[in-house]
């Protein structure tokens, strides 16, 4: 069985003193993009760590030597001369680049260990959060997601933050005219000056709807040409592989406000198949769902659920789609009622 992946034992595989088998299921885990925004902060921990200790009595390590042989070890072959930087900035020179390495994905990682001071905000399972950041801007974090975001935001430059999982932003509109740039790891990220919308990245899928202003979704992938958004539209993506999204629709959509209506303790079910819904109980609330036939997996809904406890979700799931509702722990089967 392979090994829970924890902050110590990726700090171990960042020292290089995980066994074989333990650095092994660590790359397993980092190829996979739902992981990558955990991964940097953890990052950013532990150099942030290196950076507080005392500094030994002895000759600073060539650290291009020691970023040479790390590379090495996890097989991308030979790495490229790294440019000396002034000695204070070189342990974050090697998190840059192992980052860059180890992620496959350097500017995102890049573009974070440049910024100032961040925070990060998480919900668990079934839980939302709300912040409001230092410009003005809220942003509500539906469950199982995460943000990460500056303490302050640097005068002249764009206000960035970072998300993975499902997001609201209230975007306050700067006198000048300060950009607001939401970063994924869909293969996109979201870039506004005030206006309200919807962020998700769940399992291979993102979307983002505008409820009302303008925003523009830019593509990592240069070569595909930007999304301009007006109030009212979606747009989802679906990887085909890693960083690779395809716009798989791009539509105005009857209510923009049911995307966000979770913010508020609701799900609006608007034509939702139950196997949308399935995915959508697993991504919120850490289900195992389990539908008995194909034929009620393809079955349409429309309405309003309750959502701030789960047990009251599941009874009126039963009552609205006419179901049974059986749950074990994290496991849920909806079957045919007789």
Do not use: C
């Not at 991308?76 to 980052?99: C, D, I, K, N, Q």
């Amino acid at each position: 069985m392979n090994p829970e992946i924890t902050q110590a034992l990726f700090s171990a595989y960042l020292q290089g003193s995980a066994s074989a088998a333990d650095a092994a299921t660590v790359r397993a885990w980092l190829a996979q993009p739902a992981n990558q925004l955990l991964a940097q902060h953890w990052m950013l921990q532990h150099w942030d760590g290196l950076e507080t200790q005392p500094a030994p009595a002895i000759e600073e390590p060539d650290y291009e030597a020691m970023l040479t042989r790390l590379h090495g070890r996890l097989a991308f072959g030979t790495s490229r001369p790294v440019a000396a930087p002034a000695p204070r900035w070189r342990r974050w020179a090697a998190a840059a680049a192992v980052a860059g390495a180890v992620l496959g994905g350097g500017s995102w990682w890049l573009t974070q260990q440049a910024a100032p001071a961040s925070q990060t905000l998480a919900t668990a399972y079934g839980q939302t959060r709300t912040v409001q950041l230092s410009d003005g801007t809220s942003v509500t974090l539906n469950g199982h997601s995460t943000l990460r975001y500056p303490t302050a935001w640097t005068p002249g430059k764009p206000r960035e933050v970072w998300l993975d999982g499902e997001g609201y932003f209230a975007v306050q509109h700067q006198a000048d005219n300060q950009r607001f740039v939401v970063h994924t790891t869909a293969g996109f990220n979201v870039e506004v000056l005030g206006t309200k919308f919807t962020v998700s990245r769940r399992q291979d899928r993102g979307r983002v709807v505008l409820l009302s202003g303008k925003v523009r979704v830019h593509f990592d992938d240069r070569q595909r040409p930007d999304v301009l958004l007006a109030p009212g539209e979606l747009v989802e993506t679906r990887e085909v592989r890693p960083a690779e999204p395809v716009v798989m629709a791009y539509r105005k959509v009857r209510s923009a406000a049911a995307y966000a209506s979770w913010k508020d303790a609701e799900l609006v079910l608007d034509e939702t198949t139950i196997a949308e819904l399935a995915a959508r109980l697993q991504d919120t609330y850490g289900l195992e769902v389990e539908v008995d036939t194909p034929e009620l997996n393809q079955r349409k809904v429309t309405g309003t659920l309750p959502v701030r406890d789960l047990d009251v979700l599941l009874q009126s799931l039963e009552e609205t789609l006419h179901v049974k509702a059986k749950r074990q722990g994290n496991h849920l089967i909806l079957t045919e009622r007789p």
